[in-house]
């Protein structure tokens, strides 16, 4: 490909007019190149959007490189920072990890020092591309190990004021669902710290992101989604105008809560995993979501997976073979789109 131009970290400049297409040499001696498209043309904010954070998700890589061929700069009102492939080398490799050093780059920002490839496109992203981004949009999937709804996300605690800003932004992404995430709880294993829309809040910086389907594949319906909801979100936000674009009264985003510890439901014992539930279903405390099938005997009886909350299910382990403790079953609550500030998160007072 003729068109990219190979340049230090030090040479980026957000500033230059027109359309660049950079492969920015990360690595000692050039095994490690990052793709960069940046769009410059008037005034306008400066977004970046990334693909491939996770190299297993394919919805953002396939999306950010579509929109990287299709974008002209005279459709474009301020500057896009457009990163296809965040995690490079994990991206060419098919997995969540960056090989070799089996580094998570989502676990890297704000973290400074380190060695190996994921520590050094952190700290490129952080130190040359951030301090002049208004917005952050990151698009991620469940990767291999999960499929989940397909969903716009929002890290914000409900009803707060971040939530009252960023809600209409979620909702312009009009993916069918729209789930707001509270890591601030510590439910589960969070709250996940390291992560670029983390670190991008902790500065200060806009931030969406967005669970897009997974299970290590892509679909029509999730590449549908994806596409028009990254194009939409950036025609709401104003950067490139569309008029295809949803606007967010129109939505038809159902709102979801994700961030009560039972949200995350945890089988007890390794083995083979057999849902009864699918993506969307709504589900009651007590029911059964599914199974775990001891390893080893055939006939012992399979353990019961018991709903621990009402709720919708939202994600779903992809592999048959499960560990104990893991994340089989994620469930969220459904939200009214309006904002009901100093009132309790859910309707009846549960907790
Ligand atoms: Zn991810």
Known sequence: ??????????????????????????????????????????????ILVAGGTHGDEFEGQITVANFCRGIEPENVHGT??????????????????????????????????GDGPAHAI?????????????????LHSGGSAHEFVLSSN??????????????????AFDAPYAIVFDEV???????????????????????????LGGAGRVTPASLGVAEHGLRSLLSHIGVVPWAGATRPDQSRSQLLFLGRPEHYVRNSLAGRFAPTVALGDKVRKGMHLGSIAPLDDPLAP?????????????AIARHGLQQAGAGVIYLADTQDRVVRRKEPATKDGRS
């Not at 605690?157 to 009252?164: H, W």
């Not at 996940?192 to 967005?210: D, F």
Request: hydrophobic share 40%; net charge negative.
């Open 1 to 46: 490909m003729s068109m990219w131009r190979s340049l230090s970290p030090g040479e980026i400049d957000l500033a230059v007019p027109g359309k660049q297409c950079v492969q920015v040499r990360l690595g000692r001696e050039a095994e490690l190149m990052l793709p960069i498209v940046i769009v410059h043309n008037g005034y306008g904010p400066t």
């Open 80 to 113: 896009l920072v457009l990163l296809p492939l965040h995690n490079v080398l994990a991206c060419k490799a098919g997995t969540r990890l960056t090989p070799g050093d089996g580094s998570d780059l989502n676990r890297l920002y704000g973290r400074p020092g």
């Open 122 to 138: 952190a700290r490129f992203v952080e130190t040359v591309l951030l301090a002049d981004v208004d917005w952050v949009i990151d």
């Open 154 to 171: 929002l890290q914000a605690r409900l009803n707060s004021a971040e939530f009252e800003t960023m809600r209409d932004p979620l909702l």
């Open 185 to 211: 709880s510590a439910a589960g294993d969070m709250p996940h710290t390291g992560t670029l829309e983390g670190h991008a809040r902790a500065l200060g910086k806009k931030a969406i992101s967005s669970e």
């Open 302 to 314: 399979p353990e019961p997976i018991i709903s621990p909350t009402d709720g919708i299910a939202v």
